[in-house]
């Protein structure tokens, strides 16, 4: 299945997802597309004249075009996703996409969509951590029980 991961530059969920079988959505796979485009003429900026349209799909005309920009990128993830994970509290090593409305906005669209969502504070202790991976790893091995 291909899993929502929030924070979406997360390496740590990415790799959990990988090794339980599903594709996560993550953040990294897309900008790599954008470095390695062709039509791409100007990194970093890593933009074509498309990305701020694809942006009003998910975002008004009036929200900051950071917003809009992001959202040109974790929009297509959030409708491709069949199932989510979502850390929350995470601090900025853990996968910081840097915009606390982007964030809002993003959680927003993952929440309203009718799919599995497996939310989790950060750990902050080594069993706290413990636990949040059996968490992941069940959420993740019932998903495969439902399609499977």
Same mark, same amino acid.
């Given at each position: 299945? %291909?899993?929502?991961?929030?924070?979406?530059?997360?390496?740590?969920?990415? =790799?959990?997802?990988?090794?339980?079988?599903? !594709?996560?959505?993550?953040?990294?796979?897309?900008?790599?597309? %954008?470095?390695?485009?062709?039509?791409?003429?100007?990194?970093?900026?890593?933009?074509? !004249?498309? #990305?701020?349209? %694809?942006?009003?799909?998910?975002? +008004?005309? #009036?929200?900051?075009?950071?917003?809009?920009?992001?959202?040109?990128?974790?929009?297509?993830?959030?409708?491709? +996703? @069949?199932?989510?994970?979502?850390?929350?509290?995470?601090?900025?090593?853990?996968?910081?996409?840097?915009?606390?409305?982007?964030? #809002?906005?993003?959680?927003?669209?993952?929440? %309203?969509? =009718?799919?599995?969502?497996?939310?989790?504070?950060?750990?902050?202790?080594?069993?706290?951590?413990i636990e949040m991976v059996n968490k992941i790893n069940t959420f993740l091995?019932?998903? #495969? @029980?439902?399609?499977?």
């Open positions: 299945m %291909k899993i929502a991961i929030f924070p979406p530059n997360s390496l740590i969920l990415s =790799d959990l997802v990988e090794r339980r079988g599903h !594709e996560p959505l993550s953040l990294m796979k897309e900008v790599r597309k %954008k470095v390695t485009d062709v039509e791409i003429d100007s990194p970093p900026l890593n933009i074509t !004249e498309a #990305e701020p349209i %694809k942006g009003l799909k998910y975002a +008004a005309i #009036e929200v900051p075009s950071g917003v809009r920009g992001r959202m040109a990128i974790f929009g297509p993830l959030i409708d491709e +996703a @069949e199932a989510a994970i979502i850390m929350q509290e995470a601090p900025y090593g853990f996968g910081c996409i840097g915009c606390a409305r982007t964030n #809002e906005l993003s959680m927003y669209y993952l929440r %309203k969509k =009718d799919i599995p969502i497996l939310e989790l504070q950060y750990p902050t202790t080594r069993d706290e951590a091995d019932s998903l #495969e @029980e439902k399609n499977g």
